[in-house]
C-alpha cells in the first residue's frame, strides 16, 4: 500500500508541471516592452535611423535608452501584429534584425527588416520570422518613451 501511495504522489508531482508548460505553450503570445530614449538619430538626409550606433554600443555592452533602445523579440510573436507607440511629440522606428553582425564594419550589416515611417509617432506591421533582435530609435525629439505590443491582443 505505501508503494501505491508514493507511486501516485510521484504521478501527481511530475504531471502538474508538464501539464503547466504544456498549457503554457499553447497559451497565445504576447509581449510588451516599454522603454525610454535620450537621444534621436535622425540625422541623415531620409531623417531614418543609424543602428549601427545602437549595435555598436550594445554589442559593448553599453546602456539602452541612449541613442537606441535593443530587445529581443519573442519568438512566439512572429507573424502578429505589432505596434509601436511614441510619446507625445516625438518620432520613433523599430527595425528588426536577424543578428548583430559586426557593429563596427561600415560596409556591411545584417539582414533587417525596418519600419521608419517619418514624423511624429510610432510604427505597426507585422513581426517577422527568424529576426529575433529588434532595435527602436527616436528620430526626432528628445527624452522619448515609447511602448511596444505584439502578439495578442494588438490590432
Known amino acids: 500500500m505505501k508503494k501505491l501511495i508514493a507511486l501516485a504522489t510521484t504521478a501527481v508531482l511530475v504531471a ?9 505553450k499553447k497559451a497565445p503570445a ?6 525610454t530614449i535620450t537621444i534621436p538619430q535622425g540625422g541623415n538626409a531620409a ?6 550606433t545602437q549595435r555598436t554600443l550594445f554589442s559593448q555592452g553599453g546602456p539602452n535608452g541612449l541613442v537606441g533602445y ?4 519573442d519568438p512566439r510573436t512572429a ?3 505589432f505596434k509601436l507607440e511614441a510619446s507625445s511629440g516625438v518620432g520613433m522606428d523599430i527595425s528588426f534584425y536577424a543578428d548583430m553582425g559586426d557593429p563596427t564594419d561600415p560596409t556591411t550589416a545584417p539582414a533587417n527588416i525596418p519600419y521608419e515611417t517619418p514624423g511624429p509617432g510610432g510604427e505597426a506591421g ?7 533582435i529588434a532595435f527602436v530609435c527616436m528620430t526626432e525629439g528628445v527624452n522619448g518613451s515609447f511602448s511596444y505590443m505584439a502578439g495578442k491582443g494588438v490590432k
Open 30 to 35: 504576447h509581449q510588451h516592452v516599454e522603454g
Open 70 to 73: 535593443t530587445f529581443a523579440v
Open 47 to 52: 531623417a531614418t535611423c543609424v543602428y549601427r
Open 79 to 81: 507573424g502578429k501584429p
Open 16 to 24: 502538474a508541471p508538464v501539464q503547466s508548460a504544456l498549457a503554457a
Open 126 to 132: 507585422t513581426v517577422p520570422a527568424g529576426y529575433p
